[in-house]
């Protein structure tokens, strides 16, 4: 259910990346931040492995059961 909740996710922001924002006039650094999430969603959904799951071990935050 994780997977599919992170695919979801991550093909709504690409979609409203490519539909709203990059034809706008938002500073590029935001275009690629939000592509960037877009992606990391998406690619998290099939190897089951995200970054920020990896920082927030390292400081000690609990994953819930």
């Not at 992170?6 to 500073?27: K, M, P, Q």
Request: proline share 2%.
């Amino acid at each position: 259910m994780y997977r599919a909740l992170r695919l979801t996710s991550g093909a709504v922001l690409l979609f409203v990346w490519l539909v709203a924002i990059v034809g706008s006039d938002i500073h590029w650094f935001w275009k690629a931040f939000i592509a960037f999430m877009a992606v990391n969603q998406i690619q998290s959904a099939f190897t089951n492995w995200c970054p920020v799951v990896s920082i927030y071990r390292k400081l000690g935050i609990k994953e819930c059961t």
